[in-house]
Structures are given as C-alpha cells and as structure tokens.
C-alpha cells in the first residue's frame, strides 16, 4: 500500500502565503513525478503543479509567478510554496504521485484565502 499524507493547509488572507506538503510512504519503488492539484466547489479538478525526479516543473498560467513546487526525493515529499495568495485560490489541494506502481491521491487538504 501507499500512504501520501498532506499538511499545512489552512487560512489566510489575501496577499500571504502557505506551504503544503506531501509525504509519501508504504510500497513505493521509484516515483516518477509528484504534483499537486485542486478543486473548488463547482469545479472539476484542475493542475496547479507537477516536479519531475529530475526536477523539471510545469505550472498553471493562473499560479506563475506566486507558486512554487518542490521535491525531496530522499523523503519522497514534495512542497508547494504558495505566495501572494487570492480568494480564487481557495480550493482544496490534493498531493498526486506518479509512481512505478501507479498513481495516487492524498485526502485533500483545504486551502482558504479571506478578502
């Protein structure tokens, strides 16, 4: 089995900053790209970032410039720096790892940004 547990959501008003993570453990043999993605009420699921093993990230258009993803792989834990936050940013972030094995989804941890 494989557990990805996220932390560091929460709430915060328009214009700071958050950090979640993802912490990815159990029966993982090589994981290949690790990214986050999220939804909003009404909204399908939607990318925000990925990170490859090698390092090579892709984000949103709606996120440049505010977000940054990045990876541990001895932890296998990958982090979102998420700054200059807006209320259109409220959604809940799930972590979503690429693996040999498969792909898996955390449980989501909701992101909440006040005006």
């Known amino acids: 089995q494989v557990q990805l547990v996220e932390s560091g959501g929460g709430l915060v008003q328009a214009g700071g900053s958050l950090r979640v993570s993802c912490a990815a453990s159990?029966?993982?043999?090589?994981?290949?790209?690790m990214g986050w993605y999220r939804q909003a009420p009404g909204n399908q699921r939607e990318l925000v970032a990925t990170?490859?093993?090698?390092?090579?990230?892709n984000y949103a258009d709606s996120v440049k410039g505010r977000f940054t993803i990045s990876r541990d792989n001895a932890k296998n834990t990958v982090y979102l720096q998420m700054n200059s936050l807006k209320p259109e940013d409220t959604a809940v972030y799930y972590c979503?790892?690429?693996?040999?094995?498969?792909?898996?989804w955390g449980q989501g941890t909701q992101v909440t940004v006040s005006s």
């Open positions: 979503n790892v690429a693996a040999s094995r498969g792909t898996y």
């Open positions: 159990g029966s993982i043999r090589v994981i290949y790209v």
């Open positions: 990170i490859t093993s090698g390092g090579t990230t």
